[in-house]
């Protein structure tokens, strides 16, 4: 395995060819460094909160929220 100081001293002697191939497979490996590490939100369990209880005079809890009473 080459230094990155040996790899530096040999890119003035790299012919076309093997320059395209460098720069391709540097380019590469920075965009699997970007990919997406596998990890979705679906992976995240699920959280329980626990029941919503009524008040008892009524069980419209949405309608209350939105009124501005609970």
Known sequence: ???LAEIEAA???LTAQ???Q???FVQAAR???MEPSGHSVLDIP?????AI?????????L???LEGRV
């Open 11 to 13: 890119i003035p002697n």
């Open 53 to 61: 209880l009524p008040d008892g005079a009524s069980d419209d809890i």
């Open 22 to 24: 460098l720069t391709s």
């Open 31 to 33: 965009l699997k460094a």
């Open 63 to 65: 309608g209350e929220m």
């Open 1 to 3: 395995m080459s230094t």
């Open 46 to 50: 699920t959280v329980s909160v626990g």
């Open 18 to 20: 093997e320059l395209a």
